[in-house]
């Protein structure tokens, strides 16, 4: 269970007490690989957390830019979030519906914008609904409030940071994505993509971060995990993935251990492994 943060991880009891606080606003931010053959959109409106709005990562993202779900424009972000509702003054809580995946993202991309009362709700929506607790399949009530944004632009590297942060070794460069992948056994899922990884990087699945029902393993054995595969957890960290999702699940385990001097790559592999003059990796680290 949670040691309950309500800036990082909440569990479902602390949610559940919490449920009618006015200024509480939660988030369904559930999203899915093609191979998961899972419509994130229909499955909010068949059933979601009582008040949850629905978080479109791919719609909240860049849209000028090639890659997937990219940062948006500080604009486009305060846009969005008022048009859901949520702004300066509010809890928020995010979930999605694997356990801890996608929600992670949010979390990260929220903090990323300045805003730090928001939690991921550990075990997401698989946990709540396995506990027998209430659903629902309204739409909630909207009111606008406006958010205050101050993007904190040391959480985000673009492909130039990484590769000289790769270069001098400077950084830690952990890869949530599979073995498997890492190694560059397995082909990429996104067509175009060569194997492998970024030299020197580590890698830390973000599944090894979480126990068998979904949850987040505990602050002690998180740090365990990075320093098991060969992460300096001394070092500043930048995270990586295949397009910038499971990442921040990383992020989230290191500010959950009291580490808070890492940033995300928000183009990761889609955006490394398309580049034919990127350096790449495979093997074990």
């Avoid at 006015?22 to 999203?31: F, K, M, Q, T």
């Avoid at 040391?154 to 073995?179: P, S």
């Avoid at 498997?180 to 699945?205: C, M, Q, T, W, Y």
Wanted: one cysteine or more.
């Amino acid at each position: 269970m949670a040691l309950d943060d309500p800036k990082t991880l909440v569990s479902t009891d602390w949610l559940a007490a919490h449920l009618k606080d006015p200024d509480l606003r939660i988030l369904d931010a559930s999203w899915y690989l093609p191979a998961m053959a899972r419509d994130a959109k229909a499955e909010y409106a068949e059933a979601h957390i009582p008040g949850a709005r629905f978080f479109d990562i791919d719609d909240v993202s860049d849209a000028r830019s090639e890659m997937p779900h990219k940062v948006p424009p500080v604009e486009k972000f305060m846009s969005r979030l008022r048009a859901m509702g949520v702004g300066d003054g509010h809890q928020v809580v995010v979930y999605d519906g694997h356990g801890i995946f996608s929600a992670a993202r949010v979390w990260w991309l929220f903090r990323l914008m300045g805003q730090i009362n928001i939690a991921v709700l550990d075990g997401g929506l698989r946990k709540w609904v396995a506990e027998g607790r209430d659903t629902d399949d309204l739409p909630p009530v909207i009111r606008d409030r406006h958010m205050t944004v101050r993007r904190q632009n040391h959480m985000v590297r673009d492909v130039t940071q990484v590769a000289q942060a790769a270069k001098l070794g400077d950084h830690e460069v952990i890869d949530a994505r599979a073995a498997p992948r890492f190694r560059g056994d397995a082909p990429e899922p996104r067509e175009g993509l060569r194997s492998g990884h970024i030299p020197g990087s580590k890698n830390v699945p973000f599944g090894t971060l979480l126990t068998d029902d979904g949850t987040m393993k505990s602050p002690d054995e998180l740090r365990a995990v990075f320093e098991a595969a060969g992460v300096d957890v001394t070092k500043p960290a930048i995270t990586t993935c295949g397009s910038g999702v499971t990442a921040a699940v990383l992020s989230l385990a290191m500010e959950r251990f009291g580490k808070s001097d890492h940033s995300l790559y928000d183009g990761s592999w889609a955006e490394w492994g398309a580049f034919p003059t990127m350096p790449v990796a495979t093997g074990e680290a």
